[in-house]
């Protein structure tokens, strides 16, 4: 690389901290968003160019650039940044320097960033997502309707139960909002239809959402989304990384001789992931002895969060052997999903990337 540039990215602006490795030129520069950051890194077009920035937020733009000039963007792991660094004074020219000094000795805690086609199904998901969030709102306070007005149902939403909620004799604002309502929920099932149909259809032309679809429980979404989110599986050496990954294991705050204190799940990882997950589980192990009867052993002593979560963790799990075996459901039943777990993938590193 020509030139290495450490980068405090901001909102409105970034700090950086360049060299030249050919003149040994060392400077810094505070360049505003986007006119300023443009130019600035349009006049290294034909260059080789490295950037190190932090990930975070607000930062679709500068990557289109970046890789438009044919600079190379490294994202690295905030937390370990911020761990190597002992100083406790902390300023963006100190970030910027920072940043650079760990790209100079080749120290950066990069991690994987997905490809273009990965970004793109991953708007899909995330659009889908939160239109049925939204529409789940909206069934919420048709159902508080209904049971002010005494009429209760299941939990799961239905035909008979909307026919309820339409004949109830209400007057004034109180009709007009359940009018606004179902007027909301007609739109928001609308156009929630052509998303399932495009996700269903991407999931059918991936061969590792196929084959995930094998699990009982484990539908389109459930399976592109596990795709989209694990990316490479050789990322992760063994089985327990990916819970990790996901945020499904429990904060721990142990020290010494006391006795372990595991607290709530860390949530560290990709919310919509780890909520379909829960939500699969469910439905998963009502097909699976083994994962019923722990459910059942965990649903008398523990609340029924803590238990959702702890087979939506052997989900993840096993989502993750079936990748890497490549055998289906059925396979990994007979032949037990944590076979070899304790050998490392050929072709990952010891130590896996985030």
Known sequence: MTTIIGCDFHPSFQQIAYVDAETGECDERRLCHREEAEQFYRSLAGKQVRVGVEAAGGLRWFRSLLHGLGHELLLGDASAIRASCPRRQKTDKRDAQHILSLLVEDRFPAIWQPGEENEELRQLMLHRFRMVQMRARVKNQLASIAKNEGVLSSRVWSTRHRKQIESLPLTGWYEQRRKDLLEMLDEFDRRI???????????????????????????????????????????????????????????????????????????????????LLVEAAIKAQRFDPSWHRQYLRLSINKHHGVTKVAIAHKLAVRLYWMLRSRKNYEQIRERGSHAGQSAIPRGSALTPTI
């Open 193 to 275: 239809t052509p998303l399932d149909k495009a996700l269903a259809d991407a999931a059918e032309q991936s061969p590792e959402a196929r084959l995930l679809m094998t699990q009982t429980g484990v539908g389109p979404v459930v399976s592109l989304a596990y795709v989209l989110v694990i990316g490479d599986w050789t990322r992760f050496p063994r089985g327990k990384q990916v819970g990790s990954y996901l945020g499904l294991i429990p904060s721990e705050a142990s020290s010494g001789k006391k006795q372990q204190h595991l607290g709530h799940i860390s949530k560290q990882g990709n919310t919509m992931l780890r909520w």
